[in-house]
């Protein structure tokens, strides 16, 4: 079955430093994954998508993820993070077996410190 | 464009009632998915519509429906519902030309609480 994880409940990072949200998925054929990030009482807004090609994938805010076949991850990332980034973050993968749905890792808290 | 809207943002309802939960995909939109949100099991896929039809569905109960209108707008709906069915419900948009691929575009929700 398809599946995605996410490890960390939480990261904390400060301001202006890089940051990492982990991401790994298991999938049978080739992977579709996805990124979304919520901020309080507000849907999921897409950041970046990985359906083929280049493993680096950039998406909205300044955000970039990188897709690693071999370690089946595709982790978010931004070079300096912003107060503002500060929010629930979510990867999810496309199952295209017996159907579609995207499956959603749990999430993981995002805390930028100024 | 403007984006996928879900009506009510809030509805407060009681055990055995039922609710019906709308949203409005982005224009040339066909395809509308529903998703729960819950502190407990995070966002779970509930079905999709695609041209008026039901084309993917979750592991839910029956008493979870839903149907699309030649217009694409969907509308969601628990009857005789239960404590547990407190949740945000999201619905997403999308193309849905493209299962694999298509981008899903969410609205902001409907919070729903069932006392």
């Known amino acids: 079955a398809q599946s995605v994880a996410q490890p960390e409940d939480q990261v904390n990072v400060a301001e202006g430093n890089p940051l990492t949200v982990k991401c790994t998925y298991s999938v049978s054929g080739n992977p579709y994954l996805f990124w979304y990030v919520q901020y309080p009482n507000r849907g999921l807004q897409f950041l970046l998508k990985y359906i083929t090609g280049d493993n680096l994938v950039k998406g909205s805010y300044g955000f970039e993820a990188e897709f690693n076949k071999s370690q089946t991850s595709f982790h978010l990332k931004k070079p300096s993070a912003l107060v503002s980034d500060s929010a629930l973050y979510f990867c999810?993968?496309?199952?295209?077996?017996?159907?579609?749905?995207?499956?959603f890792g749990a999430g993981t808290r995002l805390f930028v410190k100024a | 464009k403007a984006g996928v809207t879900q009506t009510p943002r809030y509805l407060i309802k009681t055990r055995g009632q039922q609710v019906t939960l709308s949203c409005s995909p982005i224009s040339g939109h066909r395809s509308v998915s529903w998703y729960q949100q819950t502190p407990g099991q995070g966002l779970q896929f509930l079905f999709e519509?695609?041209?008026?039809?039901?084309?993917n569905k979750g592991n839910f109960p029956g008493r979870f429906s839903g149907r699309q209108f030649s217009n694409s707008r969907s509308e969601m709906n628990v009857s005789t519902l239960e404590l547990g069915d407190s949740a945000l419900y999201l619905c997403a948009s999308s193309p849905g030309t493209q299962q694999g691929i298509d981008t899903q575009y969410f609205g902001p929700g409907t919070r729903l609480t069932v006392l």
């Open positions: 519509y695609f041209s008026e039809t039901q084309r």
């Open positions: 999810a993968v496309r199952d295209i077996t017996g159907g579609f749905k995207t499956i």
